[in-house]
């Protein structure tokens, strides 16, 4: 299910340790408990509260666990922002991800 998403968010799917798999990929959704209820149930994970996204304008869930290395964060948006405008453009779907290279950045 994820290297699927990876491939949408148009990343390699890599299986190395430290190979370019991303730390965390965000699914963009317009109902959060939704999102959290059926990612929750396919993945065997729960979703906890996260600071939101200023970047995005996103309110934001977390997995309590990561996924085969990787967090999904669900992304509901908070304001008109960036993630209001994908979502308008495309639907729910992969819209995010995370590397090391954005923990360094902050």
């Avoid at 890599?14 to 939704?34: M, N, Q, Y």
């Avoid at 600071?51 to 309590?64: D, E, K, M, N, Q």
């Amino acid at each position: 299910m994820l290297d699927d998403a990876l491939r949408a968010l148009g990343r390699k799917p890599s299986t190395t340790p430290g190979g370019d798999r991303p730390l965390a990929i965000g699914w963009a959704t317009v109902e959060l408990d939704r999102a959290a209820r059926e990612f929750g149930e396919a993945l065997s994970v729960t979703f906890l509260d996260a600071p939101a996204s200023v970047h995005l304008g996103a309110s934001c869930r977390r997995s309590s666990i990561d996924v085969e290395g990787i967090h999904v964060l669900l992304l509901e948006p908070n304001t008109e922002g960036r993630l209001a405008g994908t979502l308008a453009r495309r639907g729910e779907g992969w819209v995010a991800s995370w590397d090391g290279a954005d923990e360094a950045r902050s």
